[in-house]
């Protein structure tokens, strides 16, 4: 489905985080070979792995978890009642459960450890393989800290690198490039700071209300906070993606973007803990070079971002739209013909403030939805007239639906319909 736009578009991590790692399994330390290759790696830039003779000793995490107040969370992979060996013992009715659920973000969303990019699991932990197969961390994360301000995040991070154990970076676990999981890892789990504060905002450039948000906020709690102060904000089209993470840090496309720009070019400072320990504020006149990087650069690649201040738009009205069309087999021509028409109508629409988000398979052409804000029912018609007084003289048969809301809010939840992550593995 092409609901989601947000894919958490990501450069490659920078190596200040996450260094080179090499892949490495749970059971390497029982190698013959392992003591000389440990001992090469303590030598080499490798991260520090569990197994290795440099991987911290228990009374050192209960340590750690001291100075964060008891908030380092040992991982226990979400399917583990579906296997017999390790973890919580076997549970039919709780593996039953999850695997009703598993594709749905919700199930994903309040785990300090899972992800919604199965990929990127290689099969660790699978709730749909026979209870038989053992269950083991694999590719998850060994340890989550559960942060609530920018010390935990300096903490985690100077113990991180005292061991040089890889350091991972996660909000929901929506990360469509894996970037949100990790082997051997120690992860800082921002998804329960969800602050949001209205402000006046006043820089050279610029002067409004601005909203700042913590590194736990999704977009749903983003439109819904800005809608009951009568504004707008840019956000994406999924509702549990992070705003603060790698969806504004990597660019951020939504259904507001052609209107206002993409969610990076909202973003009127940074918040953000360095490699190094500190904690810094970037704007486009403080720290600058960071500000820059961090609006496109990539989710964590130059530091770990406790919070984001966005400009805010007046709230408007906003008119939506959806069509659908089918190939019968007996009317391909047509078909792609209709579907050429609306692609050689994009360009208007976009110039009228319009994002239009298109799925097309050889048996169907969508769009769902179109959104365009502050413009009305019957503009948004004649927009696509076009496409219909195509549909209609080469006799295919087609669905559209238009409506005015009075409000983005409104737009969002009737044209955003719950939708499954299995259906929405892109980016790969």
């Known amino acids: 489905m092409a609901r989601c736009l947000v894919l958490l578009l990501a450069l490659l991590a920078s190596f200040i985080f996450f260094g080179p790692v090499r ?89 300090p450890s899972s992800v ?45 690198n005292k061991h040089n154990i890889r350091l991972v970076i996660r909000n929901t676990g929506h990360d469509y490039n894996g970037k949100s999981t990790g082997a051997g890892a120690v992860s800082i789990w921002t998804h329960n700071m969800k602050s949001i504060e209205l402000k006046d905002y006043r820089s050279l450039s610029f002067t409004g209300k601005a909203m700042k948000m913590s590194a736990g906020v999704e977009v749903k709690e983003a439109y819904e906070f800005a809608d009951s102060r009568g504004v707008m904000v840019i956000g994406g089209n ?10 504004s840090q990597g660019g951020g496309h939504g259904p507001l973007v052609s209107k206002f720009g993409l969610a990076a070019d909202q973003v009127l400072e940074w918040e953000v803990v360095t490699a190094a320990g500190r904690l810094l504020t970037a704007t486009p ?17 130059y530091g770990a971002v406790v919070s984001l201040t966005a400009k805010t738009y007046p709230a408007t009205t906003v008119s939506s739209a959806t069509i659908s069309f089918t190939n019968t ?55 696509f007239q076009p496409l219909i007084d195509n549909l209609q003289e080469n006799a295919v048969p087609y669905t559209y639906m238009s409506q005015e809301y009075p409000t983005y809010l409104q737009s969002y939840n009737a044209m955003n319909a719950p939708w499954n992550v299995s259906q929405n593995q892109l980016g790969q």
């Open 238 to 247: 999924c509702p549990t993606v992070g705003i603060v993470g790698g969806y």
């Open 116 to 160: 919604m990019a199965p990929f990127f699991t290689n099969n660790t932990c699978n709730p749909f393989l026979p209870a038989s197969v053992p269950c083991t961390l694999g590719y998850y994360v060994s340890y989550a800290v559960r942060a609530s301000d920018a010390s935990d995040y300096q903490k985690t991070i100077a113990f991180t």
């Open 329 to 383: 087999g007996y009317n391909a021509d047509e078909f792609y013909d209709a579907v050429g028409t609306l692609i050689e109508s994009l360009p208007s629409m976009v110039d009228a403030g319009a994002v239009v988000i298109w799925l097309i398979t050889p048996q169907a052409f969508l769009v769902e939805p179109a959104t365009a804000p502050g413009v009305s029912k019957a503009d948004l018609d004649n927009l």
């Open 23 to 111: 892949t490495l399994t749970l059971d390497y330390a029982s190698s013959p070979q392992a003591p000389p290759r440990q001992a090469e790696r303590a030598k080499s830039s490798c991260r520090c792995f569990p197994g290795d003779a440099c991987w911290p000793e228990q009374n050192s995490w209960d340590a750690f978890n001291r100075t964060l107040g008891g908030k380092l969370i040992a991982t226990v992979p979400i399917a583990a009642p579906c296997h017999n060996e390790a973890f919580p013992p076997y549970d039919a009715a709780r593996c039953d459960t999850l695997r009703n659920t598993y594709f749905f973000p919700e199930t994903h969303l309040e785990n």
């Open 285 to 301: 006149d403080q720290n600058q070079d960071l500000y820059w990087a961090l609006c496109g650069g990539g989710g964590g690649t």
